[in-house]
């Protein structure tokens, strides 16, 4: 029966098969030699469920990172934010003096990546969450007094003024800011006051975002 067994685990027609039929076959050692096997194929098994498992894992991390990497590339689309503009598209002249403060409207775009400055009416807006750098130059005449502020939805963030100064006068000023989407960022002539700008763009409004949050 053991024999038969045997026979039946073996190949059909193998050589052991011819051996084991023989008179002369040590059966002990066929059976180590069986257990031997046994003991690899379990071994086999062992690594090949451990293969299969880490084949498994190493494909959720590449589908991980692939969906980490689409969703980065959605959101760095349109996060390309930078713009610079000169108050007078051409000519020379003072803006102001005004009875109320006046937005001012920087006409001359350099450059407006994004287009979310709006030379129509001189207001940037956000269009996405991060942090911003502004900055704004202004040059006024003797004898004149300017006075810019940048605001924010109608703050006033920061400012620069030049009381009557001797020939002409320059004053800047610049702040790095966190917006929300929809945030407005635009400058103001405080009233009764001027600016002064010709070809050489003295008075500009310029801004880009830093990075997106
Ligand atoms: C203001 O800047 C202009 C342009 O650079 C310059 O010609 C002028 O001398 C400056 N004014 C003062 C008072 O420094």
Request: glycine share 8%; proline share 3%.
């Amino acid at each position: 029966m053991a024999v038969l067994l045997l026979v039946l685990l073996l190949c059909a027609g193998s050589s052991i098969a011819q051996d084991v039929l023989s008179p002369t076959v040590n059966i002990i050692a066929e059976f180590k030699k069986l257990n031997h096997m046994d003991r690899r194929i379990q071994k086999l098994e062992e690594t090949l469920t451990k293969v299969l498992s880490e084949n498994e894992a190493l494909k959720t991390l590449v589908q991980d990172s692939q969906n980490k990497l689409e969703s980065l590339q959605k959101e760095n689309e349109g996060k390309k934010v930078a713009f610079s503009a000169g108050l007078l598209a051409s000519g020379t002249g003072q803006t102001g003096p005004f009875s109320d403060s006046k937005t001012l409207e920087y006409k001359k775009v350099f450059s407006n990546v994004g287009n979310a400055y709006d030379s129509n009416t001189g207001i940037f807006t956000a269009p996405v969450k991060g942090v911003y750098y502004f900055r704004f130059y202004g040059h006024c005449h003797g004898g004149t007094t300017m006075a810019i502020s940048l605001l924010k939805n109608s703050q006033t963030q920061c400012s620069l003024h030049d009381w009557k100064p001797a020939s002409n006068g320059n004053a800047s000023n610049g702040v790095v800011l966190t917006l929300e989407i929809g945030d407005q960022i635009y400058t103001q002539l405080w009233r009764n006051t001027w600016v002064y700008d010709d070809p050489a763009s003295y008075t500009s409004f310029s801004g880009f975002l830093i990075f997106p949050l």
